[in-house]
Every structure is written in C-alpha cells, then in structure tokens.
Nanobody, 116 residues
C-alpha cells in the first residue's frame, strides 16, 4: 500500500521556521522525484519546490527561492522541506508529491499558518 504522510506543519510567527517531512512507503522511494506543492484558500495549487530522484537537482518557485530548501533521504524514504523566514503569504496546505515519470502519488497535506 502506497503512502505519503506529511508532518511538521503548524502555527508560526512571521520570520519563523518550520521543517516539513514526507514519509513514504509502499514504493521504491529512491527512484522517485519529489515535489512540494501548496494551496492557500481561494487560490490555485502552486508548485513550491522539486528534487530529482537521487537529490542532485533541485528547483524552486521564485516566491520561496532563498528561503525554502527541499531535500530527500533515500535511506529513510523521507523528503523534507525546510521553511525559513516565513511570511503570512506562505500560509497554505503543503502537500508532497512523488513521481517516477509514470506513476504519481500524493500525500494528504499539512497546514502551515504564518501569523502573529
């Protein structure tokens, strides 16, 4: 059974940090590229960051470049998204996504709220 389970979301003040985790099971994690998406209320889902299957290539949305860092630990079958210098406009549900170019899997999402 394939599962992607996010954790690490919560309420944080502007300027604060969070580390999101996406624990994978049921598929060969090391052969999958990973992405983090977010969706704020009333807005379309946005690609935040992506990382290649072996972790050598990363890409970021312009709005988070320099503040967020994506990584993956193939030994632990877990992807991460480090969120620094958070802003109120980063408030959204963050979801992880896995793909090998053919198959795709989604996590259920974790809420990040940035507010004072």
């Amino acid at each position: 059974q394939v599962q992607l389970v996010e954790s690490g979301g919560g309420l944080v003040q502007p300027g604060g940090s969070l580390r999101l985790s996406c624990a994978a099971s049921g598929f060969t994690f090391s052969t999958y590229a990973m992405r983090w998406y977010r969706q704020a209320p009333g807005k379309e889902r946005e690609l935040v960051a992506g990382i290649s299957s072996v972790g050598g290539v990363t890409n970021y949305a312009g709005s988070v470049k320099g503040r967020f860092t994506i990584s993956k630990d193939n030994g632990k079958s877990t992807a991460y998204l480090q969120l620094n210098s958070l802003k109120p406009e980063d408030t959204a549900v963050y979801s992880c996504f896995a793909t090998d170019g053919v198959r795709t899997y989604w996590g259920q999402g974790t809420q990040v709220t940035v507010s004072s």
